[in-house]
């Protein structure tokens, strides 16, 4: 039986009887929009039997889509009156019983999923987009690929390529997971209510291997956060702090990993700053 979604009237009615105003604290912008919630679904290439995590579901609209799709949905909801209801909504719309499981929790304190989901689908707020997806992808690595629904600025950040402007820790952080792309334009209108920033949808792969171990990945994220944290400065004066305290020392170690010391963060792509972190590590000791 095909579950059916919530239309724009259904969604302001649901909100009003749990006495829920969209807040810009939570960043609550809810889809009222069908075509746009089938449309994340298809970008995800989810399929009858895969099993999603779903961050911030709201009032279902997405949710209802990806059960619609057949897929069984982790569902992980900060809002206590939201996550209560998502179930009854479920049903009362034609989910399966024992398709959807909701987790009543803020997402970055999140640490185990039930089923170990292979796909991440969402529509996050734009204060804590990043963090909770580089909280998701480094805490559960069954995650191969997703779509996430993002402010413009965030997704452009997410898939920017190196000498770019929006070229960024993000950007890096990101990529150490995987390729990332934009995967569409998302029109203000289908928002309830209309947020007065461009959303974009943002999709990733996760790849096959692990380009480091998670000592490695810590210490190359301590080095992409001092370069970009002073991202005008050459990496010699950037990367200072981190590499031993004098420029000229920072120098050296960054020739041995085969960097230009006068080079800037947002030349370097993650295996650079993975090879720096190389050379730190096996360092002689003083």
């Not at 289908?190 to 210490?219: C, H, K, M, Q, Y």
């Not at 947002?266 to 700053?273: C, I, K, Q, T």
């Given at each position: 039986m095909a579950v059916t979604l919530l239309g724009a009237g259904e969604i302001r009615a649901l909100a009003a009887e749990l006495d829920v105003t969209p807040t810009k604290k939570l960043g609550q912008n809810f889809v009222v929009d069908a075509n746009t919630v089938r449309r994340i679904v298809q970008a995800a290439r989810v399929v009858a039997g895969e099993h999603v995590v779903e961050v911030g579901p709201g009032l279902g609209s997405l949710t209802l889509a990806l059960l619609d799709a057949g897929a069984e949905v982790t569902a992980v909801e900060i809002d206590h009156r939201l996550a209560a209801r998502l179930e009854v909504t479920a049903g009362a719309h034609g989910a399966a019983p024992g398709s959807l499981h909701v987790i009543d929790a803020d997402a970055l304190a999140v640490t185990d999923l039930p089923g170990d989901p292979s796909v991440l689908v969402a529509n996050l707020p734009y204060n804590v987009s990043v963090p909770v997806l580089l909280h998701f992808l480094e805490t559960f690595p069954a995650l191969q690929r997703g779509v996430v629904m993002v402010q413009a600025e965030v997704g452009e950040r997410l898939a920017a390529a190196p000498r770019t402007k929006a070229y960024g820790s993000p950007s890096v952080?990101?990529?150490?997971?995987?390729?990332?792309?934009?995967?569409?334009?998302?029109?203000?209108?289908?928002?309830?209510?209309?947020?007065?920033?461009?959303?974009?949808?943002?999709?990733?792969?996760?790849?096959?291997?692990?380009?480091?171990?998670?000592?490695?990945?810590?210490?190359?994220?301590?080095?992409?956060?001092?370069?970009?944290?002073?991202?005008?400065?050459?990496?010699?004066?950037?990367?200072?702090?981190?590499?031993?305290?004098?420029?000229?020392?920072?120098?050296?170690?960054?020739?041995?990993?085969?960097?230009?010391?006068?080079?800037?963060?947002?030349?370097?792509?993650?295996?650079?700053?993975?090879?720096?972190?190389?050379?730190?590590?096996?360092?002689p000791s003083a």
């Open positions: 952080k990101a990529s150490w997971y995987g390729p990332w792309r934009l995967a569409g334009n998302v029109p203000r209108q289908v928002f309830w209510p209309v947020p007065n920033v461009d959303s974009v949808l943002v999709a990733f792969e996760r790849r096959d291997t692990p380009i480091g171990s998670e000592d490695e990945r810590r210490a190359t994220f301590a080095l992409i956060d001092a370069a970009f944290g002073q991202r005008r400065k050459m990496l010699r004066q950037a990367l200072a702090g981190v590499l031993g305290g004098s420029s000229v020392e920072a120098s050296a170690l960054l020739e041995a990993a085969g960097v230009a010391p006068t080079a800037r963060g947002e030349e370097l792509v993650v295996h650079d700053f993975l090879r720096i972190a190389h050379v730190v590590q096996t360092r």
